[in-house]
């Protein structure tokens, strides 16, 4: 199923309503996991459409199939099962269109929880964090890098300094691989808890790095959230833009 298209999902849930019929069965449980990371960089150098892209997919494919088998779940007094994501507890730089999709997820869950409720329906997220899934496909990312400085302008280049890209891909080959855990036996688990269980819980938020991590920086006030990430990105040497890190002097004599 095509979750971007409305005909696809249209055409599912024909399926579906088959299926049920023929062999008599009920709708028991919707799982919401379809998703894209899409482009990765600073704000300075995406575009609309990249935000578009993304959330067509992360946002609106889960809005599209809900409305279209949330009937059925009404009938069985079923589940809605959803993926999040732990950017929304832990929101780093460079990831505005994936986050802020995963963000709008988060958001229309809880709407459903609420409006739901009444009908004796259980509306379940799942906030999975770090995995290799692959999804975070290493050398696809540091193309997509590459794509995306190729398209940027010579003035934002020289805002960020021109060796920004290969500073940003060396930043991602060293850190990225470290916070991906290779097995997510954690997460299916998880998923099957959620749709099998008869008291399930409304919150799944699985891996030690969510649990240790990145849940208690949410609760920390937004300054705090702002010292922590600035010395997290020194720790590990995330690239900052050059202009940045300029003598305030040398700044201001090379836009005189």
């Given amino acids: 199923m095509d979750v971007t298209d409305d005909e696809s999902v249209r055409k599912s849930r024909e399926i579906v309503d088959t299926v049920l019929r023929e062999k008599n ?6 799982i919401n996991n379809a998703g894209v990371r899409g482009n990765i960089f600073y704000d300075d150098f995406l575009t609309v459409d990249d935000y578009k892209d993304v ?8 809005i599209r199939v809900t409305q279209t088998f949330r009937d059925l779940i009404k009938k069985s007094r079923g589940r809605i099962v959803t ?10 730089p460079s990831h505005g269109p994936y986050a802020s999709s995963k963000f709008a997820v988060h958001a229309y869950t809880t709407v459903l929880r609420h ?19 692959g999804m975070p496909n290493l050398d696809d990312m540091q193309k997509m ?16 300094g021109n060796n920004y890209n290969e500073k940003a891909k060396k930043f991602l080959k060293d850190l990225g691989p470290k916070m991906w855990a290779k097995d997510f036996t954690c997460v299916t688990n998880s998923y099957y808890e959620a749709i099998i269980a008869k008291r399930p819980k409304l919150l799944y938020q699985i891996g030690w790095d969510v649990l240790l991590t990145f849940y208690p920086y949410s609760l920390f006030p937004l300054r705090l959230q702002l010292h922590i990430m600035k010395l997290l990105m020194h720790l590990h040497r995330a690239p900052l833009p050059a202009i940045t890190t300029m003598n305030p002097e040398n700044h201001k004599m090379k836009h005189s």
């Fill in 115 to 133: 409006e739901l409720q009444p009908y004796g329906i259980n509306v379940i997220e799942i906030v999975p964090g770090s995995f290799e899934t």
């Fill in 55 to 62: 959330w067509e997919v992360n946002t609106c494919g889960v």
């Fill in 25 to 30: 069965l009920v709708f028991h449980a919707l």
């Fill in 83 to 92: 993926c999040s994501s732990a950017c929304t507890l832990f929101t780093s």
């Fill in 145 to 160: 890098l590459d794509m995306i400085w190729s398209r940027a302008s010579q003035k934002l280049r020289d805002e960020y």
